[in-house]
């Protein structure tokens, strides 16, 4: 199976500032790569698939890029309300494979 | 507004059968544009495909589970279930229903709340 490796496992990021998670790949999953969110205590939410296309309802200050075996996902502004996990996930391949998150935590 | 509801026992007992139905409303589940998974999150860790099926009834399952999974649609009620059987206290999770979008590579696109099974005796 295709592991996903993240980093870092935590990222300290103030409020206002960029945030820049990384994804990568063990074989080419080509764009078939999405991004989900998880808040504590509650279920994830696609944030990105095709690598790079918003869900429906998700704000422009997410943004994914990458393809192949090298994924990144920017969140341009921090929000009180992104402070969260955030899992690539590989759809390339059976069976779907996750990243172990990233936390992204207030500074 | 699609919404997938997960319910079943919360407790099951070693080397028993974990039982789980998924209901799903605001979208019919014989849609030819989406699959429909499991995927579970052991406590404080990641997350972890289970399998899939079609409405047609075609699946696919994580070797890793090797064949102690089933999973079914019921089109007739909107609803599609996984049985797990043999559990171990390994099988203690969260476990989330979903959607995926179909196509050649389909994704997931919406999950359900999500439902703890505990393995104790």
């Known amino acids: 199976e295709i592991v996903m490796t993240q980093s870092p496992a935590t990222l300290s990021v103030s409020p206002g500032e960029r945030a820049t998670l990384s994804c990568r790949a063990s074989?080419?999953?080509?764009?078939?790569l999405a991004w989900h969110q998880q808040k504590p205590g509650q279920a994830p939410r696609l944030l990105i698939y095709?690598?790079?296309t918003r869900a429906t309802g998700i704000p422009a200050r997410f943004s994914g890029s990458g393809s192949g075996t090298e994924f990144t996902l920017t969140i341009s502004s921090l929000q009180s309300e992104d402070f969260a996990v955030y899992y690539c996930q590989q759809y390339d391949n059976w069976p779907q494979t996750f990243g172990q998150g990233t936390k992204v935590e207030i500074k | 507004q699609l919404q997938l509801q997960e319910s079943g026992p919360g407790l099951v007992k070693p080397s028993e059968t974990l039982s789980l139905t998924c209901t799903v409303s605001g979208g019919s589940i014989s849609s030819s544009y989406y699959y429909w998974g499991w995927i579970r999150q052991p406590p404080g860790k990641g997350l972890e495909w289970i399998g899939s099926i079609y409405y047609s009834g075609t699946t696919y399952h994580n070797p890793s589970l090797k064949s102690r999974v089933t999973i079914s649609v019921d089109t007739s009620k909107n609803q599609f279930s996984l049985k797990l059987n043999s559990v171990t206290a390994a099988d203690t999770a969260v476990y989330y229903c979903?959607?995926?979008?179909?196509?050649?590579?389909?994704?997931?696109?919406?999950w359900g709340q999500g439902t703890l099974v505990t393995v104790s005796s």
């Open positions: 074989q080419s999953v080509s764009s078939n």
């Open positions: 095709g690598a790079s």
């Open positions: 979903a959607r995926l979008h179909s196509g050649s590579y389909p994704w997931v696109d919406n």
